[in-house]
């Protein structure tokens, strides 16, 4: 079983840097999600694809950042000029309907740290 | 706006106790409701959900939680807590807009358990 897998688990990288991380959902999901989750705070919402379109982007998703869904498998989200506050667990969701008449699985996460 | 609150940042219980975790959530129409854990280094785990019927909602793991709608709570609750129910719980409310819905989440409350 293949549950929602992200790539990478850990990212380390220079102020200034541009980032990229993968996030590929359980086969047949049309829906993803992505949050970003601060230290001492829960998951806030980033941003939502309903197959490859990108149906919704929060306003905590300034112009340095971008993602994408191609053909509506796997996404990436890309940090441009990464910043310290940046730092945080980026954590990407998919279900395969509707919430909450289905259920929205989780990955593990990509840890940002920006030094 | 939509949004949730946990009053509790930390509570700490012995093995074998029972645990109440509270929940209240601001929104305007009948909400959906959630109860997420999240151990360290994995995924967001769905516990249980409320969308109609029935206010008291059982879940996985032994966990039930109650909606209350006059006072605006889902607390989650274990008539006796296990030692591996040490882990960070978060609620969550479906907020719907533009034809979805997307999870808020509350700032979470970790859990430890004293043996």
């Known amino acids: 079983d293949t549950g929602v897998s992200q790539n990478p688990r850990h990212k380390i990288t220079k102020r200034g840097q541009n980032v990229t991380f993968r996030c590929d959902p359980i086969?047949?999901?049309?829906?993803l999600y992505w949050y970003r989750q601060t230290l001492g705070q829960g998951p806030e919402f980033l941003t939502y694809f309903q197959n490859e379109a990108q149906l919704e982007k929060s306003r905590l998703l300034s112009d340095r950042f971008s993602a994408e869904r191609p053909k509506g498998s796997f996404s990436t989200l890309e940090i441009q000029r990464t910043e310290q506050g940046d730092s945080a667990m980026y954590l990407c969701?998919?279900?395969?309907?509707?919430?909450?008449?289905?259920?929205?699985?989780f990955g593990q996460g990509t840890r940002l740290t920006v030094v | 706006a939509q949004s949730v609150t946990q009053p509790d940042i930390h509570i700490t219980v012995s093995e074998g106790a029972s645990l109440e975790l509270r929940c209240n959530y601001s929104y305007g129409a009948t909400p959906y409701l959630f109860w997420y854990v999240q151990s360290p280094g994995q995924g967001l785990q769905l516990l249980l959900k409320?969308?109609?019927?029935?206010?008291l909602v059982q879940g996985i793991k032994g966990f039930e939680a109650e909606f209350k709608r006059s006072q605006s709570s889902f607390n989650l609750r274990k008539p006796s807590v296990h030692w591996s129910d040490a882990a960070e719980y978060f609620c969550?409310?479906?907020?719907?807009?533009?034809?979805?819905?997307?999870?808020?989440f509350g700032a979470g409350t970790r859990l430890a358990v004293h043996p």
């Open positions: 409320y969308f109609s019927g029935d206010t």
């Open positions: 969701a998919s279900s395969p309907g509707q919430i909450p008449n289905t259920e929205a699985f």
């Open positions: 969550a409310v479906g907020s719907f807009s533009g034809g979805y819905n997307k999870l808020i």
């Open positions: 086969s047949e999901h049309n829906r």
